[in-house]
């Protein structure tokens, strides 16, 4: 199959990313193509010597391997993902997806239509501890690897991969895993988005390397630290109890959502309460840490009394000159400032223990801006800005992941789940409730993050949605998991992602608040996919190309093809589908008109025309091949009838 997106034919797989970039080049560049290749010395030449780095000495992350990891982002796959509809919730109305299987593949899968559409990333991948999962990437065969290794466990149930630190290239074999992930991860973030990964001292230093690369050492955020647990073990010489989030931004254009002040401070009223909120009275007007001036340095006079600068009275101005020079103390605001402020209800005079001082109102809700006489009171939310120790306080605790799975379980699932609230406070950080961001993470575990999301909706009656990708890995024997009857992760996530929302269904903010999700498996794709290498006979030549030509799917499968059609013709994972009850077609209304989908004819119907089909007036009509049962002529007459209706005939 072509691998053109639309013009008539459904591709064949995900995009390919070394033939995309090409093409860019030869768009901008076409003196340096030729015979369809990249001529690398005329590319030189054109960026001139200023931009081309030849010495053979450079900086940057390099490791054995990387040049393989590299193509392993760029190859496309002919994988798809399969409905799974026994395991969903709300198939019809949710805007959730839950995906099982190899985040490489899925990435790919994904580019389709989530290209620049993911607000937020969060992921929590292997640590690299030498005991802890690595993924088994087989750079050559793709999925053909991966469904072959999801068997899990060799002939002993013992794990396939781990990270040993015996092996050589410990370090390399994690980079190898990350590297393509986050190249792919990034073409899905919006142009605002960000990404954070939980990751801790064995790996932090890589990551933050193998992240510059990619997204650009300008755009890192932040590394928070994050508390693990109250205390470390005993005898270490040194107990560790934190990891850290390290947060990149796509681009310079990221703005995060700062949170109000909350402390107990702002407790005062005054009569701008409706439009400034409350206010605290925590600064004196008088300073004696900041470089005296001469002109901060000023006699105020208010309710009757006399002030300068250190809270003192004018009576006491000459024996305070006496003992030391006035170099001290000084007021913080000039002048003008002052009077405006005063003027403005800014300037309290409130008594202390050392006396009467003059202190500046701090409102919630207002501040006055301006300089050099030229002020105004300006209507400002006052917010905190971020720290990297935001993630300190116990809440953000392991001890709190394992409440958290206790609640929905009755017992501790894992021992290193991240808790709620970290990533609830991750989502409030950077997405917006009402705007329908989506939420992407690739190494889902058993759905925290699922979890942080529906709940934080719930409460602000957001509307975001999530994608979240986790491999069938076993569950450790004799685990509480593995003792309750789960067998692979993922289970305990879709598990996780049902209870928390039947845990919300009693208790929802709005009838429109989505705890459902659909249900997806990795598999190979449904139709066959040119395979064949040199060297075979002509009557298996002609038969493979019979089966490309020809393609019959799984005849109980026809929901499954759509799925997989619409998945490679750009369509959202949700998109929303309507069954045509039909004794001649298996067909489906897309996006209510956008595109009518005919997946088969019924297996003793008599197929005539697509009248009936053509008469809903779509924009679009997709007509899988088998639909036309070998009739030659019945495709013909559709091909000359869609011209006639201006409706673009897609070939399935």
Known sequence: MSEELFGGVVPSGSPDFRS??????????????????????????????????????????????????LQAAQESTTATLV????????????????????????????????????????????????????????????????LEWTKQVNEEGKKVSTNSDTDGRYHSNWLSMMYPRLKLAKNLLTEDGVIFISIDDHELDNLIKLCNEIFGEQNLLSVFTRITKRSGKSGDLISSNHDYIVSFAKSSGVVLNRFRHTDDGFKFSDEFEAVRGKYKLNQTLDYGSIQYS???????????????????????????????????????????LFDFGLANGFIVLNKSKNGWRIYTKTYQNAAIEGKNGLYRVITK??????????????????DNAKKNLKEIFDFPAFDYTKPVEMIKRLIEMTTDPQSNDIILDFFAGSATTAHALLTLNNIDSGNRKCILVQLPEPVPENSAPALKGFKTISEVARARFNSIGDKLQTDLTNSSDDVGFRAFRLAESNFPIWRVTSGVSKSELERHINEIAYPIPDAGNSFGCLVEVLIKLGFSLNVPLRHLDSDVFEAYVVEEGLLLAVVASKKDAELEDFTPLLGLNPSRLLVMEETYKGNDELKTNLEQECRNREIELIKG
């Open 20 to 69: 995309e970039l090409a093409a860019k080049l030869a768009e901008l560049m076409p003196e340096v193509v030729a015979d369809g290749k990249v001529d690398v010395v005329k590319l030189q030449e054109l960026l001139g010597s200023d931009a081309v780095d030849d010495k053979l000495e450079r900086f940057g992350l390099f490791w054995p391997g990387k040049r393989r990891a």
């Open 83 to 146: 409905p799974d509809l026994e395991n969903s919730r709300d198939w019809d109305t949710t805007g959730n997806v839950f995906i099982e299987g190899d985040n490489l593949e899925v990435l790919k899968i994904l580019q389709r239509h989530y290209h620049g559409k993911i607000k937020m990333i969060y992921i929590d991948p292997p640590y690299n501890t030498g005991k802890d999962f690595v993924y088994p990437d087989n750079y050559k065969e793709g999925l053909a690897s991966y």
């Open 294 to 336: 001469p002109s901060l340095d000023y006699k105020i006079e208010l309710d009757g009394k006399i002030f300068i600068p250190g809270g003192v009275s004018e009576e006491a101005m000459e024996e305070r000159k006496s003992r030391k020079p006035r170099t001290d103390y000084c007021w913080r605001w000039s002048r003008d």
């Open 381 to 398: 939310e006052r917010t905190k800005a971020f720290t990297s120790l935001d993630f300190v306080d116990n809440k953000f605790s392991n």
